[in-house]
């Protein structure tokens, strides 16, 4: 029975193209296109006689059959947008001249729809259906159901790609979406994920210079709008030595270097330098600007791999184009990437493509200056940017250093018989994502990655690792019949691109690629080298630092017997047995969980050996060393990778294997280090979100990861909470608004509302007063504007006034409900009078009100911070050494 065809035409259609009465000329798949019909590419398969594995049937129908059988996990608006979708896309091609010549080859189809998959989405309600849809539920689906095979398919990579990419066409809504995604189910592997850090690259550097047009025809008027804009878009970047820098550069009748090249270090003095250049008038000498830029760049970062990036705004056609054109050619070939702005109505569209390195796709146009427009385009210039790799030459030294979170996108020409890279690391860890398609690899749209894990990388990237990416895999469930032949994509020029990302907080690397394998093979530790090792734990020598070096678990024995131990003591009892079980337990772990294991015991062994009050003290009690081995093993869990191989092991693999194989028991040692395992999560700030909202652990099956996930998600919980706020003279009015903005962006992070969390706020100077009363405000946008439109007084410190108004301000806390009463004491110097401070701090405490201390800056006086907070040291958060860092 032939169902879901609207009209008889289609029905009969089909089925002429069934029994093959169709021909290249006679047939119309266009009433299928109309209905978006999935046997649509059937029938445009038998018009233009396509084989089973060309575009529309081994894509076209396989994807189109995917999204519809999937479309019920959609929302309600997910799934018209499919149906539109779906439309668009057929129709795209009955409307294009390939449909009407039968001499069109069948993969041409699938450029074209490739082509035109963006609009079709961006048409039909992509920005508020999909990519904000309630949960991320739609674009999880993308991921999960539609794209599912991505880890085997480079179509579903790339079109997991194209979808990231798209995001950045939805300026209006991206803030919304950073701001709502981390309530979304989005484990580290999620698109959810990878497009958050696509979209949020703040942390990412570059040498940018902006070309601004002064000439007769934008008006001082305008140019003055040009330079907010522009001052704007470069908050959305971290700006510093080490980050991003900018230069700028006005042109006219003739061009001038205003800003030079990282000359300014903060985005402050950045935003009113833009704001402060002159207008000039003139001609348009485009070409001169262009020219230009050879030396603006001269203290470019190239040899660290940082891009160089250059966006041009302009309102009208050059005086010369053809002098244009030819210097923007010459700033293609030194491998800067420029962005091209036209804005207004004379602009020639054929020269802004010649100046923009990519073509059409590094073009904006934008109709004048209002702001909803231009802020638009601003937004999509900040993606592009961030996206934007370095191009590099193999056997060209790369040597940087990366920040947590930052990277370094690098491109490269993949050579005929393959490339190793090799990279030194000096300092941390680093993580590194390799594509053979998309220029910003990501864990969803990598081709492969490896991992240093405390080693240096060397690693052979071969041809066959290249037609394997490129290749498109049929393996299936959509079509039974497929024979299991692979078909290998055409590339012309094939590049290699990396992502390279730095996972400790300090990550220091000199990176190289050579042509072919040049990997140097792993040594192993067998015959002398075994004996030696044997021979030395063998000896029972007081000198254990051998052992601890290479995480030998016989350190242990070599202790027991150094400080005459008795078997019960740390050393034999706890050190030993439980290095032995994560040595035995081992191949539970991930790869680098293990690698974890093993740098971590080497790292209690050696802070043994270290420290010499306990091993160079032949008194040392040997109970002594289990204390110190329990407070050293938080920092050696951290300093190693818990963060991202154990926390964040997929399928929270090494978590469980922690509690199943290595503390299985109900003794006090295993639940007091399971504790300390579940304690040390919360010193993973950056993964705690990504760990709590990811649902790929059966919670039943694994109480341990129940149990971190309770320790660590207060979102759910309700509770007072009081923020008291420094307005003194000392804070500055500019650093007030960056301590509010950082206020408003901490409470995102919980749940608001007359049963939740209820908020109020004190501000403080020389006298506190109650600026927002507890509870008063029940949702967190509004709560975020009235925090952000407190107003800076100036002032003394008087920090013991601001709590002992705490009692008054928690007059309606719900104490008899059993809600906690929290206050978070935000400060940048010493309170005018200490000795007050604390008495009213005490007093606090007394009320069993719960307090935490934050000091910014380098004037806080940690004493006194330590004394405000409830828990002492534990409550006083570490003092933030400038309010650039609270943005």
Known sequence: MISHFPTIAAVVVILLCITDQCTAQDTDCSALASAGNCSFYDCLSTKFSCGRRDYPLFRGRRYCRRFMRQSESFTTAGQAWITNVHKCLMQSIVNSALYSNANTHCSEFGNLEFENRPKCYIDNGFCTNIFLSPQCQNLNQIENRIFHDYKKSNWSRTLINQIKTTTASCPSQISTFLNDASQCDRPDTSLVSVIQNYLDCTARAFDFIILLDASGSVTAQNFEIMKNFVANMLSNFTIGPNDTRV????????????????????????????????????????????????????????????????????????????????????????????????????????????????????????????????????????????????????????????????????????????????????????????????????????????????????????????????????????????????????????????????????????????????????????????????????????????????????????????????????????????????????????????????????????????????????????????????ASRPQCYIDNGFCTDIFLSPQCQNLNCIRNRIYPGKKSWDKQSLNQIKTTTAQCSSQISTFLYAQQCNRADYPFVSAIQDYLNCTARAF?????????????????????????????????????????????????????????????????????????????????????????????????????????????GMSNNAAATVQSAQAVHNDKINVFSFGIGSGASRTELVAIASNGQQGCIDTITSFNLCM
């Open 720 to 828: 007072d909470f009081i923020i008291l706020l420094d307005a003194s003279g000392s804070v500055t009015a500019q650093n007030f608004e960056i301590m509010k903005n950082f206020v408003a962006n901490m409470l995102s992070n919980f749940t608001i509302g007359p049963n939740d969390t209820r908020v109020g706020v004190i501000r403080f100077a020389s006298s506190p007063s109650v600026v927002i009363p507890l509870g008063s405000i029940n949702t967190y946008s509004q709560l975020a504007t009235a925090i952000r439109g407190i107003s800076y007084t100036q002032g003394g410190t008087n920090t013991a006034a601001a709590l002992d108004l705490l009692s008054t301000a928690f007059a309606t806390a719900r104490v008899s409900e059993g809600i906690p009463r929290v206050a978070a004491v935000f400060t940048d």
């Open 247 to 630: 230069g700028v550069i006005r042109f006219a009748d003739t061009p001038s270097i205003v800003i030079q090249l990282g000359s300014i270090n903060t985005y402050s003095q950045l935003a009113t330098a833009v704001r402060s250049i002159p207008y000039t008038g003139g001609f348009t000498y485009t070409n001169l600007a262009l020219d230009l830029l050879t030396t603006a760049f001269a203290t470019a970062r190239v040899s660290e791999g940082v891009p160089r990036v250059v966006a041009v705004l302009t309102d009208g056609l050059s005086t010369v184009p053809s002098a244009t054109i030819q210097s923007a050619q010459a700033v293609h070939n030194d491998k800067i990437n420029v962005f091209s702005f036209g804005i207004g109505s004379g602009v020639s569209n054929a020269e802004l493509v010649a100046i923009a390195s990519d073509g059409q796709q590094g073009v904006f146009t934008i109709s004048g200056f209002s702001s909803n427009t231009f802020q638009a385009v601003l937004i999509q210039l900040r993606v592009s940017t961030c996206a934007s790799p370095t191009e590099s030459e193999t056997g060209k030294e790369i040597a940087t250093t990366l920040p947590k979170g930052s990277s370094r996108l690098l491109q490269y020409v993949f050579p005929s018989m393959g490339m190793t890279l090799k990279i030194d690391i000096t300092v941390g860890n680093l993580v590194v994502r390799g594509s053979f398609n998309v220029q910003n690899p990501d864990v969803l749209t990598q081709d492969f990655s490896v991992m240093s894990n405390g080693n240096d990388i060397d690693y052979f990237i071969s041809p066959q690792l290249y037609i394997q990416s490129t290749t498109d895999d049929d393996d299936d469930d959509d079509d039974d019949d497929d024979d299991g032949s692979r078909k290998k994509r055409q590339t012309s020029m094939p590049n290699v691109y990396f992502s390279v990302a730095g996972l400790n907080d300090i990550n220091s690397f000199a990176l190289n690629t050579t042509f072919g394998d040049t990997t140097s093979p792993i040594p192993d530790c067998s015959g002398l080298c075994k004996f030696k090792l044997l021979k030395m734990t063998s000896q029972g020598t007081d000198n254990c630092s051998v052992l601890a070096s290479a995480g030998n678990c016989s350190f242990y024995d070599c202790l027991h017997k150094k400080f005459n131990c008795d078997p019960k003591d740390y050393p034999l009892r706890r050190g030993k047995r439980y290095c032995l079980r994560y040595i035995k337990e081992s191949s539970c772990f991930t790869t680098a969980g293990q690698a974890w294991i093993t740098s971590v015991r080497r790292c209690l062994m050696q802070a043994i050996v270290s420290n010499d009050t306990l091993y160079n003290n032949a008194n040392t009690d040997c109970s002594h060393f289990e204390a110190f081995a329990v």
